[in-house]
């Protein structure tokens, strides 16, 4: 089964995020980590070809630094990677973002299955793989919290309000996968070694031909950003014996109106 | 921070340290107050080879240099010493057999530990440790077979490896020169295990007697020729000695953290501890000799990778780094306070596991022989270099 795995690099730290003036962000003082439900889908991906065979790729839009998650994901199992790194697709929105993944998809192709994370865990949207599936015009099932495999379909489980579902769809496909699918592995010393010696292809907009990118092809516009409010101290309940802190407690929880 | 790090080295400790914080350090108090670890412990270090990390890749191992291995199993021994013992007496113990024997035996000892197994070094005896070269335990040639008989004491691993190295004698009646090597398989008839000794610490480290009850081993389970057991174990323990001083570093440097945090939190007289300069000379002195234990483990290791024998070199780093690691366990708990000696708190366990880094792989009484010995012979053919 040939396998590509969407991932995206999301930075480790929300709270180092910074918001530009033109609402955008600025992720430079956050790190990156690998988005941490795309492990689950890669784990996915690569369960699936130790059962069946086959091969796994993963695929990546963003600056020079997504080499760095791609070498995350062949220590854990990927065959190869794809980086797609262009400045003209800076900005991109989410109907942006999967336009050029589609085509990219197109442009590598003869992939069985697409899978990815059912969300971001910065811009956590949702949108990416679902647009993606339309795009290519290829049956979706998201959200998924089971998996099993045979040559030319896939059942998988959802949860459902009050229950599960399981559904079997036709390859190729597009599958999102939750957190819950399963528990991604480690990385081995001799996986994470051999990582470091691993090259990958790049593509950009040269190679894809996509029309409109980047920022102007985004159909949303940001009106504004704002943080969360900064979360507010705790109250602390004090009292010399503790039958006077559980008087104080409740003299207080009563005062918030909660008793 | 004394070292410089190579990006790749950078990387492999944050692989590390991510690993054993998330799934191994939440685990490690009830291990520690059940003097045991679940059977799957250490499951998911055989799955990332940490017990093999400096083992070569024809071997099933990393294939990593001293180096690197040493500033990995820091990282372990900073979350708990015992599990970084467990994972260092097995690549420790196949090490020794391949430095001595054939690679086909190697390959023997390599394939057991390689798919997810431990391994252990076999010497002690209830009345043979320092003086190791009374060991009572016999290996009797018969035919194309050996026959082991005796019963081995405070073995790590002892319960739960899948081999051994085993020290036995084939001439009883000679000394050092009557010590043999052997690789002995755990699930040979005869092979039995003692209980796991209730320790003051280390606690998640397996430590029991092995008995060893007519147990047959094929003649190629000789490792080296009869008479080299001796020079095998010591050769090991140079080795070994090294290895034991970077878990200390780890220990050391989660003393430090841990008091430098509390310190930092810990109100009195209306200001955190750390402004009072009585307390920052304490922090200072973990500090300087945490630092300088690692260089020097760092040192030796880099002789090792150049291949020095580190006869004296591994004994004053085991005798020195073990000692501080005393004083800064120590003083981490007077920092602490009376908070500092109870279990609440994660820094007597610290003072608990590193007493046996004193007494363990050779005392700290016998590292002083070793480098005395290693003086002697050193300036009788140098002459002190004038």
């Known amino acids: ?259 | 921070m004394a070292l410089i790090y190579t990006e790749e080295q950078t990387e492999l400790i944050e692989m590390v340290r991510e690993f054993v914080w998330k799934e191994i350090a939440p685990k490690i108090p009830e291990c520690d107050r059940a003097g045991e670890c679940p059977p799957d412990f250490f499951d998911s270090a055989f799955e990332m080879g940490l017990h093999m990390l400096e083992i070569p890749e024809e071997f099933g191992g990393g294939g990593l240099d001293f180096v690197t291995t040493a500033m990995v199993f820091e990282e372990l021994g900073r979350v708990d010493g015992g599990y970084a013992q467990t994972l260092v007496s097995t690549f420790v113990a196949l090490r020794n057999v391949i430095l001595a024997g054939t690679p086909e035996q190697a390959k023997m000892f390599a394939d057991l530990v390689a798919p997810g197994g431990l391994g252990a070094f076999v010497l002690t005896e209830a009345n043979s440790g320092s003086d190791a070269a009374s060991l009572r335990t016999t290996a009797i040639r018969d035919g194309d077979e050996y026959v082991l008989n005796g019963t081995k004491t405070w073995i790590t691993n002892g319960g739960i490896s899948k081999v051994y190295a085993v020290l036995a004698k084939t001439d009883p009646a000679a000394g050092t020169k009557g010590i043999s090597c052997f690789i002995v398989e755990a699930d040979r008839p005869g092979v039995s295990w003692g209980t796991h000794e209730d320790k003051m610490g280390l606690r998640t480290s397996n430590t029991c007697d092995v008995v060893f009850k007519d147990v047959r081993v094929p003649a190629d389970h000789l490792v080296g020729a009869e008479g080299e057991g001796f020079s095998i174990a010591m050769r090991g323990l140079n080795f070994s000695r090294a290895f034991m001083a970077t878990i200390c570093v780890g220990i050391m440097q989660r003393a430090l953290d841990e008091a430098v945090v509390y310190a930092k939190t810990r109100q009195q007289f209306g200001q955190p501890i750390i402004k009072f300069q009585l307390v920052q000379k304490l922090l200072a002195d973990m500090a300087a000799q945490t630092e300088a234990a690692r260089c020097l483990v760092h040192n030796t290791m880099r002789l090792m990778d150049a291949g020095h024998s580190v006869v004296k070199e591994g004994s004053i780093t085991k005798m020195l780094v073990t000692d501080m690691l005393q004083d800064v366990t120590s003083k981490a708990v007077q920092v602490f306070g009376g908070n500092g000696y109870v279990k609440e708190y994660p820094v007597e366990k610290l003072m608990r596991d590193a007493k046996i880094y004193q007494i363990m792989e050779g005392t700290n009484e016998i590292q002083a022989l070793v480098i005395g010995r290693a003086l002697d012979k050193e300036y009788e053919t140098s002459g002190g270099g004038r």
């Open chain 1, 1 to 259: 089964m040939k396998i590509l795995v969407l991932v995206k690099q999301v930075p480790t730290d929300l709270g180092a995020v910074k918001l530009n003036e033109d609402h955008t962000l600025d992720r430079t003082a956050a790190g990156v980590q690998l988005n941490p439900v795309d492990k689950n889908a890669l784990e996915a991906a690569v369960q699936l070809t130790e059962q069946l065979g086959g091969e796994v790729t993963v695929l990546s839009m963003g600056p020079a630094t997504v080499k760095a998650t791609l070498k995350e994901c062949v220590a854990v199992g990927a065959h190869r990677g794809v980086a797609i790194t262009d400045e003209a697709f800076a900005g991109s929105d989410a109907w942006a973002t999967a336009r050029v993944l589609a085509a990219a998809v197109r442009h590598l192709g003869g992939f069985d299955l697409v899978l990815a994370g059912k969300q971001s865990f910065d811009g956590g949207t949702g949108e990416v793989p679902v647009m993606v599936a339309e795009l290519l015009d290829l049956p979706q099932v998201t959200g998924v919290t089971a998996l099993e495999g045979a040559a030319d379909a896939l059942v998988c489980t959802q949860v459902l309000d009050g229950g599960q579902a399981k559904v079997q769809v036709a390859l190729p496909a597009v599958v999102t996968v939750d957190e819950y699918v399963n528990t991604p592995r480690y990385p081995s010393v001799k996986s994470k070694l051999a990582a470091n010696k691993a090259s990958f292809d790049q593509l950009t907009n040269a190679e894809l031909a996509v029309p409109e990118v980047g920022l102007a092809a985004s159909g949303t516009t940001i009106l504004s950003a704002t943080r969360p409010p900064a979360r507010q101290p705790g109250a602390r309940v004090e009292g010399d014996t503790p039958a006077q802190v559980a008087e104080n407690l409740v003299a207080a929880l009563v005062a918030a109106h909660v008793l």
